[in-house]
Nanobody, 124 residues
Framework: QVQLVESGGGLVQAGGSLRLSCTASRRTLSSYVMGWFRQAPGKEREFVATINRSGGGTYYADSVKGRFTISRDNAKNTVSLQMNSLKPEDTAVYYC?????????????????WGQGTQVTVSS
């Protein structure tokens, strides 16, 4: 069982930046493909970004490509999401997720473990 904990959310003005972090207890994150998802009020949870086990491969949703960067530091057991040029439509609860699969998926069902989420609010 992997327990994931997100941090770094908050309130920011449009055009600003935030950095989210995800850490794990009891397990080393290097064993997992990691992803970030988000869920806005009244909407389904949607894929944001994913990174493979080594950190050498990443994939992003079109809506965040060029603005967000996912990275991982396996030595520190941490996965991060750097969010720049934030827009009001980025407002959501952001979730960190871990996958045991060999591929970097972009579907909710590709991931086995989830954090509790951290709120990101972007004001206009």
């Amino acid at each position: 069982q992997v327990q994931l904990v997100e941090s770094g959310g908050g309130l920011v003005q449009a055009g600003g930046s935030l950095r989210l972090s995800c850490t794990a207890s009891r397990r080393t994150l290097s064993s997992y493909v990691m992803g970030w998802f988000r869920q806005a009020p009244g909407k389904e949870r949607e894929f944001v970004a994913t990174i493979n086990r080594s950190g050498g491969g990443t994939y992003y949703a079109d809506s965040v490509k060029g603005r967000f960067t996912i990275s991982r530091d396996n030595a520190k057991n941490t996965v991060s999401l750097q969010m720049n040029s934030l827009k009001p439509e980025d407002t959501a609860v952001y979730y960190c997720a871990a996958s045991t699969r060999y591929y970097s998926g972009s579907y909710y069902s590709d991931y086995d473990y989830w954090g509790q989420g951290t709120q990101v609010t972007v004001s206009s």
